[in-house]
Nanobody
């Protein structure tokens, strides 16, 4: 059984920063990638950022230069540092863990950016 526990969401003013964390536990033998997606009210879930096993990163155009994904392999934890936050970044942020045979999602953490 694999579990993902997210933390770090909250309310912040525009221009502020937050750091999200996602800790994975359970039967994890090989990771394809870990990453983040988000879903704003009334919108579809969208990709935000991901980091592969080799350390390659990928970002949505809307967050490039503002968000940084990183990880602690020893802790199976991935982080999302979010700087220069904008009201349009308001969403529930979901952690995703991709293994060779299955994907897992966290429960989501709310990020609200006030103008």
């Amino acid at each position: 059984q694999v579990q993902l526990v997210e933390s770090g969401g909250g309310l912040v003013q525009a221009g502020g920063s937050l750091r999200l964390s996602c800790a994975a536990s359970g039967s994890i033998f090989s990771i394809n990638f870990m990453g983040w997606s988000r879903q704003a009210p009334g919108k579809q879930r969208e990709f935000v950022a991901a980091m592969t096993r080799s350390g390659s990163t990928n970002y949505a155009d809307s967050v490039k230069g503002r968000f940084t994904i990183s990880r602690d392999n020893a802790k199976n934890t991935v982080y999302l540092q979010m700087n220069s936050l904008k009201p349009e970044d308001t969403a529930v942020y979901y952690c995703r863990l991709s293994l060779p045979r299955s994907d897992y999602w966290g429960q989501g953490t709310q990020v609200t950016v006030s103008s």
